[in-house]
């Protein structure tokens, strides 16, 4: 599959690696792939970052990912359906950080696999290059571009989604973005071929 990937998408998956090691995470989760997309100085997903203003929002995106990885990878839905059934997560958050120390739940650890220079890539951002792919080809496209990358962040759950759509950047925002009034009627679901 990383030989469909255009210049653009493979520096964004590279620059999540190096993303990854600037912050000491010992893997490379779909967090790192967003963080690259955003360093990115020029391509069409940087041009649908700036176009929508999500560039401009970097430390308030930060910020809203960082309070996630605080509340375990909760979303803010997860959060609020947590608490329709009487499940408090600040409480409980605020409690695990009384007894293990702030940021406890956010899965902050040392690096285990000191003995090897790759990181692996999570479940969760091997699943985004996976859904690029379906992207792509639910678009007609014999490549996966940058673009795509940001497109299959946009339409998998989870906190990135979550994240992103706060800040304005939804699938169908992106797709606007990216490609104006030609657009699909919504993310991908299958993979073809």
Do not use: C, N
């Not at 809203?64 to 979303?75: D, I, M, N, S």
């Not at 571009?145 to 699938?171: K, Q």
């Amino acid at each position: 599959m990383f030989e469909r990937f255009t210049r653009e998408a493979r520096s964004a998956v590279t620059g999540a690696v190096a993303v990854s090691e600037r912050s000491g995470a010992d893997h490379v989760s779909e967090e790192h792939l967003l963080l690259s997309l955003l360093e990115a100085g020029q391509g069409r997903a940087a041009f649908a970052l700036t176009a929508l203003g999500v560039r401009d929002r970097r430390e308030s995106l930060e910020a809203g990912l960082a309070e996630a990885r605080r509340r375990g990878g909760l979303t803010r839905a997860d959060t609020a359906a947590l608490g329709g059934l009487g499940i408090d997560v600040d409480a409980i958050v605020a409690r695990v950080e009384d007894v293990h120390g702030e940021g406890a739940l956010g899965g902050e650890r040392p690096p285990r696999r000191w003995w090897s220079p790759r990181r692996p890539f999570t479940a969760g951002a091997k699943g985004v290059l996976e859904s690029a792919l379906r992207v792509a080809l639910g678009r007609g496209d014999r490549f996966i571009g940058a673009e795509h990358l940001l497109l299959a962040l946009t339409s998998r759950p989870g906190v990135v989604a979550d994240v992103l759509a706060e800040h304005g950047a939804t699938y169908a925002s992106v797709e606007r973005a990216l490609y104006g009034g030609e657009g699909e009627a919504g993310p991908p679901t299958a993979l073809a071929g």
